[in-house]
């Protein structure tokens, strides 16, 4: 296949780049690195089916030759990075959706739309089904992400209403993994990097509020299946099994060797979601899709990638983050 894929040096396109690449397939990276990393991609820049472009998807790109796919992953994810990036983030989900529909459209391609969880906002239906309409406050400051992907998830099914074209959206629970950037702000890097400085681990509020979190390699999988599917309706990708982040954070406390009561407790940041899980039942009947690395052994590779990294120092300093949703 020839896959064209928006935000391909971030933390998901990266690896879904990597997935690709080793299936056979031809891939165009394209990313302003606005939050994306080229040394996510530097492994790749010599094998002769990758090609890499810099540009911003929020401008008119033409297609680089014939596509079968493209897969639009561009856009600030961490609540660290779209409070940074307010008008970054709503241009990427609406201008950057719209141009990377018209290449899809222009090309004959399927266009494959990454959407979020966060499209529930703090949720009243737990855990959230794809049928759930969300609970979302439009003028709040998480409101730049959350209603950048509902626009885009409504362009991509305008698309496909009025020209035919085939879409997939996948909404993506938190996942992680190696290549998060220590500085995103959310829970797990932040953790790790304030217990490889030997900090006291930031939670906000109780930490009573939960996450569920979805393996990077099974992510990836459920992407693929989902684009090798003919689903044309939203799609949940995550792990159920919830935690609070509370338990997070001791979990990556024991695995430092730290105390467990090493926590330094902070206000409960606004409009922050206080339950999240996934209903993957559509994944799990329509694509025989279900995560299969359990929490401990995915903390444990991620934990020994950042290791490595800061041994390597191929990873900033992170002195000040805190950790969010």
């Known amino acids: 296949m020839r896959v064209l894929v928006t935000g391909g040096a971030g933390f998901i396109g990266s690896h879904l780049c990597d997935r690709l690449i080793a299936e056979g397939h031809r891939v165009a990276c394209v990313d302003n690195f606005l939050t994306g ?27 680089p030759g014939a596509l079968d796919y493209v897969l639009h992953f561009a856009s600030p994810a961490s609540p660290m990075d779209y409070l940074k ?15 990377a529909l018209e290449m899809a459209k222009a090309a004959g391609a399927i266009f494959f739309m990454a959407s979020t969880s966060e499209i529930y906002g703090d949720p009243q239906v737990h855990p959230q089904p794809e049928s759930y309409w969300g609970h979302v406050n439009s003028v709040g400051p998480r409101a730049v992400y959350d209603e950048a992907k509902r ?18 959206i996948v909404r993506i629970f938190n996942s992680y993994g190696p290549r998060m950037r220590l500085e995103d702000g959310r829970a797990i890097p932040t953790f790790i990097a304030q217990a490889l400085r030997g900090e006291p681990l930031t ?5 009573a509020q939960t996450r569920s ?30 935690r609070s982040l509370l338990d997070v954070a001791k ?10 009561d090493r ?9 922050d979601p206080k339950q999240r899980r996934p209903d993957i039942t559509r994944a799990r009947q329509l694509l025989r899709w279900e995560p299969r690395v359990g929490f401990a052994e995915g903390l444990q590779r991620t934990i020994q990638w950042f290791q490595r990294a800061a041994a390597a120092g191929t990873i900033r300093d992170t002195s000040g983050s805190r950790p969010r949703g």
């Open 263 to 271: 926590l330094e407790f902070r206000p409960l940041p606004v409009d």
């Open 151 to 168: 626009f885009a998830e409504a362009a991509t099914m305008a698309y496909h209403r009025t020209f035919g074209l085939p879409i997939r």
């Open 203 to 207: 939670v906000f509020g109780s930490g």
């Open 251 to 260: 979990i990556i406390l024991k695995a430092f060797g730290q105390p467990l």
């Open 85 to 99: 990036y307010p008008l970054e983030t709503l241009k990427v989900g609406s201008a950057g959706t719209l141009n």
């Open 213 to 242: 979190f979805c393996y990077i390699d099974d992510l990836v999988e459920g992407i693929r299946r989902l684009m090798d599917s003919s689903l044309q309706e939203p799609v949940n990708l995550g792990n159920p099994d919830e």
């Open 37 to 63: 990393s080229d040394a996510n991609v530097a492994h790749l820049r010599s094998h002769p089916s990758f090609t890499s472009i810099r540009h911003d998807i929020t401008k008119p790109l033409d297609p």
